[in-house]
């Protein structure tokens, strides 16, 4: 088995709290009243894989810009409009990341 598929469940390591999941989420929340939807999906995503799943960094700019390419994809094809935040009030930004 290679050691980059190991983990904290095969090593007997920590395991984290649900509570730290919860306070993800909950720092989630004004990142998207600040960023909006889309920005602070790009920015949580990297944020959060970067310290929970380590490096590489560009594993994790590639899981953020997925992220992001997904939501747009989806907006566009279901005709949704996600929450925007006070950046998109303050700058002029293209329909996809509004």
Known sequence: MSRNL???DQT???HASKF??????????PLICLAGF???SLLFVITF???ECG????????????????LIALSYALNTEYP???VADLLPLPWWLR
């Open 38 to 40: 889309t920005l602070a």
């Open 55 to 70: 490096k590489p960094i560009w594993r994790n700019i590639l899981l953020g810009c997925g992220t992001v390419v997904t």
């Open 84 to 86: 925007s935040g006070l």
């Open 20 to 29: 730290v999941y919860l306070g993800w989420f909950l720092l989630f929340m």
């Open 12 to 14: 007997g390591g920590p």
């Open 6 to 8: 190991i983990d904290a």
């Open 49 to 51: 894989t970067t310290i």
